[in-house]
Nanobody
Framework: QVQLVESGGGLVQAGGSLRLSCAASGRTFSTLGLGWFRQAPGKEREFVGHITCSGGTTYYADSVKGRFTISRDNAKNTVYLQMNSLKPEDTAVYFC???????????????????WGQGTQVTVSS
C-alpha cells in the first residue's frame, strides 16, 4: 500500500508561483512512477504531468508546459510540482498519484495510477 500526502497549496496572485510537495510512504520510492493531476469545480480530473521512476524523464500537459516543472527527491521520498506564471485557470485541487510499475511511457490517464493523495487546493486570483 502506498500513501501519498500533498502539501503546499494556497492562494496566489496571477503571475505568482507555488511549489507543491507530495510525500510518499509504503513502498520503495524509486520504484514509483508519479503523476500530478488537477480538478477544477465541475470539471473532470485532468493530467498535469508525470515523472518516471528514475526521474530521468518528465511529461507535461500542453496547458502547463514551460510553466510547471516536476522533480523528485528519492532520498526524501518526495515529488514536487513547481508552478510558475500561474493563471486563474490553474485554480483547482491538485492531486499526486503513484503507480508501482515503472515505464518510460507518458501516463496521462487517471486509470494509469493506483494510488492517490487527498489533494491540495490551489487558488489563483486575477
Amino acid at each position: 500500500q502506498v500513501q501519498l500526502v500533498e502539501s503546499g497549496g494556497g492562494l496566489v496572485q496571477a503571475g505568482g508561483s507555488l511549489r507543491l510537495s507530495c510525500a510518499a510512504s509504503g513502498r520503495t520510492f524509486s520504484t514509483l512512477g508519479l503523476g500530478w493531476f488537477r480538478q477544477a469545480p465541475g470539471k473532470e480530473r485532468e493530467f498535469v504531468g508525470h515523472i518516471t521512476c528514475s526521474g530521468g524523464t518528465t511529461y507535461y500537459a500542453d496547458s502547463v508546459k514551460g510553466r510547471f516543472t516536476i522533480s523528485r527527491d528519492n532520498a526524501k521520498n518526495t515529488v514536487y510540482l513547481q508552478m510558475n506564471s500561474l493563471k486563474p485557470e490553474d485554480t483547482a485541487v491538485y492531486f499526486c498519484a503513484a503507480r508501482v510499475v515503472c515505464t518510460a511511457r507518458v501516463l496521462p490517464s487517471t486509470g494509469d495510477y493506483g494510488y492517490w493523495g487527498q489533494g491540495t487546493q490551489v487558488t489563483v486570483s486575477s
